[in-house]
Nanobody, 127 residues
Framework: QVQLVESGGGLVQAGGSLRISCKAS?????????????VGWFRQAPGKEREFVAS????????SYADSVKGRFTISRANVARTAYLEMNSLKAEDTAVYYC???????????????WGQGTQVTVSS
C-alpha cells in the first residue's frame, strides 16, 4: 500500500502564503512507489464536493491547475524525498478547505482516477 501524509496546513490571512506537503511511503503489490505515480491535489470545503486543484506527472513535466488557482498556486515534487508540494500564494477566503493529496497512474482532474489518498490538511484563510 502507498501511504500519503499531508502537512503544513494552518491559519493564514488573506493575501498570505502557505506551503503544504505530501509525504509518501510504501509501495503497491506490483512494486510501484510514489516515484511511479502522478500526484493530484484536491480540496473540499464544508458542504461542497471535493474539487481538483493541481496535478503533476511522475516526471514533473506535465502540470495542470484549476482555473481558480492558476497563477497563485504552484505544484512541485521531489522524487528523491518522495514528497509533493503545493505552494499557495495570494490566498483568498474562498481557498479555505481541507486539502488532500492523491496519487494515480496519470494526471487527471477527476477524483476517481486516483487510487491512494491522504487524510488531508486544513487550510483556513481569514479575510
Amino acid at each position: 500500500q502507498v501511504q500519503l501524509v499531508e502537512s503544513g496546513g494552518g491559519l493564514v490571512q488573506a493575501g498570505g502564503s502557505l506551503r503544504i506537503s505530501c509525504k509518501a511511503s510504501g509501495r503497491t503489490r506490483n512494486g510501484r512507489t510514489f516515484n511511479n505515480f502522478a500526484v493530484g491535489w484536491f480540496r473540499q470545503a464544508p458542504g461542497k464536493e471535493r474539487e481538483f486543484v493541481a496535478s503533476i506527472s511522475w516526471s514533473g513535466y506535465t502540470i495542470s491547475y484549476a482555473d481558480s488557482v492558476k497563477g497563485r498556486f504552484t505544484i512541485s515534487r521531489a522524487n528523491v524525498a518522495r514528497t509533493a508540494y503545493l505552494e499557495m500564494n495570494s490566498l483568498k477566503a474562498e481557498d479555505t478547505a481541507v486539502y488532500y493529496c492523491a496519487v494515480g497512474l496519470a494526471t487527471s482532474a477527476v477524483v476517481n482516477q486516483y487510487a491512494y489518498w491522504g487524510q488531508g490538511t486544513q487550510v483556513t484563510v481569514s479575510s
